[in-house]
């Protein structure tokens, strides 16, 4: 008998109120466009903070996974991080989390470019990701994570409401600069994403994947967009470690866990924000196959054998959160 699908706007719909009721104590803003969407500031007008990204970590998971902050003394210079899990981590990371949704609007300098996760993608967006994943959920109220650092026009949230089949009222946009802290901890709280997004890349059977926890150091904060993109992005790539619960036989299990490092790609070596640079900032012209967690577990349940590889490279990381990229 087939599983029942959980609704991720429905799981996430408590998280949301507690962001808007507990606005204060998080440091976000509240704002309500001329259409009644709400947007949540989580670090361009206000401060924003650790406590607020954790959280809208798990509204980006769909409200089917787990966010929390450890202290640790495994890095000799950066000792708090974000362990993440999900017990349906591919409805939870790819179906939510993964920032699928393409969202524009006008044109020139002024125009507004951004990306959305979270669960309103699987109400409204169009990606055929979701065909793949057998899932679509149609209860509203939605909500949209969006990673930028101004408020989107109203035309933006229209568009958003229009196509989860919602009136603007029932909309939710929380919206996290890179920079900001809230920012950099729902990037960083992706690293099980990553290592989803990279399975299912490789032609990994998505149905094989049962359970998952990932984890990667918190980054300092970063005053330009590019330095604080490459510490998020890097803060995985150098030291986000995964383990992956997979219902396959051993010979499958292991070449997942081969192909699934960061190390695996041969755009590995440097800081991404050296790597983007020398691309003229072209994301086109990056190895897909970079964006994921620096060491891997992978454990067959059929047979109790684990496969690891990939390697947390300090002396990068290091590199990274010290730097400044320009």
């Not at 949704?101 to 409204?124: D, I, T, V």
């Not at 640079?277 to 891997?296: G, I, W």
């Amino acid at each position: 008998m087939k599983e029942k699908q959980p609704s991720i706007n429905a799981l996430t719909a408590p998280l949301v109120q507690y962001l808007v009721d507990n606005a204060t104590e998080l440091r976000v803003g509240i704002n309500i466009l001329e259409n009644n969407a709400t947007v949540i500031d989580a670090g361009i007008a206000v401060r924003g903070g650790l406590e607020a990204g954790r959280r809208i970590g798990e509204i980006c998971m769909g409200g089917l996974g787990q966010v929390r902050f450890r202290a640790s003394t495994h890095y000799e210079h950066w000792s708090w991080h974000v362990d993440v899990h999900s017990s349906n981590p591919v409805i939870s990371c790819l179906g939510s989390q993964y920032a699928g949704w393409s969202l524009s609007h006008g044109e020139g300098k002024g125009a507004f470019n951004a990306l959305g996760s979270g669960p309103g993608r699987a109400m409204g967006s169009k990606e055929e990701l979701f065909d793949e994943l057998g899932y679509r959920d149609d209860r509203g109220p939605a909500c949209l994570v969006i990673e930028a650092d101004r408020i989107p026009p109203v035309e933006i949230a229209d568009k958003i409401a229009t196509a989860c089949g919602i009136t603007a009222d029932q909309l939710t946009l929380i919206i996290t600069p890179t920079s900001s802290l809230a920012g950099c901890v729902q990037v960083v709280s992706r690293v099980l994403e990553t290592a989803l997004h990279k399975a299912h890349a490789l032609g990994f059977e998505l149905e094989k994947i049962i359970d998952g926890a990932g984890s990667a150091p918190v980054p300092p904060p970063a005053v330009d967009f590019l330095t604080a993109m490459s510490r998020t992005n890097d803060a995985i790539l150098f030291a986000g470690q995964v383990h992956l619960f997979v219902d396959a036989d051993d010979s499958d299990a292991g070449e997942l866990a081969g192909k699934l490092p960061s190390s695996a790609s041969g755009d590995y070596g440097k800081p991404f924000g050296e790597i983007f640079k020398n691309v003229n900032y072209d994301f086109y012209q990056v190895d897909p196959m970079l964006f994921s967690p620096a060491r891997v577990t992978v454990s067959s349940i059929r047979t109790g054998n684990s496969f690891q590889a990939g390697r947390i490279d300090l002396t990068l990381l290091n590199q990274s959160f010290s730097g400044q990229c320009g």
